[in-house]
């Protein structure tokens, strides 16, 4: 698929600590396929740390989506259980100095943009944490 074409995929996951490198791997496959390996380290990077987020601070489910829109950007989310939102990221100095709470401060610093949005589906509650990223 060239880089021109949208595309979206979603890969759903236990909550178990295994999968956020199921979700890393998984990534970088979907972003070598797409021709776009100049965005697999931090890319796998914001997974990381949002699948983690997913899986360490809730009980149930998660899923990974990862969505390409052109001309060139590039969307990584995690949606999970809990409909909560997410701890504020601190500052990126505070947050190196504590074993945990790096997460969300790796992603804003990390990513163009990122954010957060209850979900309700189906009867399904929950949240969907993402970040996004330019390919230029």
Excluded at 19 to 37: E, N, W
Excluded at 68 to 90: H, K, Q, V, Y
Aim: glycine share 8%; aromatic share 6%.
């Amino acid at each position: 698929m060239p880089e021109n074409e949208p595309w979206e995929y979603s890969l759903h996951i236990p909550n178990d600590l295994r999968a956020v490198t199921v979700s890393r791997r998984t990534l970088r496959l979907i972003l070598t396929m797409h021709g776009l390996i100049r965005l697999v380290d931090v890319a796998e990077l914001l997974a990381t740390e949002l699948v983690s987020n997913a899986v360490r601070h809730t009980k149930g489910p998660a899923a990974l989506r990862v969505r390409w829109s052109p001309p060139g950007t590039l969307r990584i989310g995690a949606w999970d259980a809990d409909p909560g939102p997410p701890e504020p990221p601190r500052p990126f100095g505070q947050a190196a100095e504590r074993e945990d709470g790096r997460g969300l401060a790796l992603v804003r610093a990390c990513a163009d943009v990122w954010g957060w949005q209850p979900l309700a589906r189906e009867g399904s509650r929950g949240k969907y944490v993402w970040c996004e990223l330019g390919a230029a």
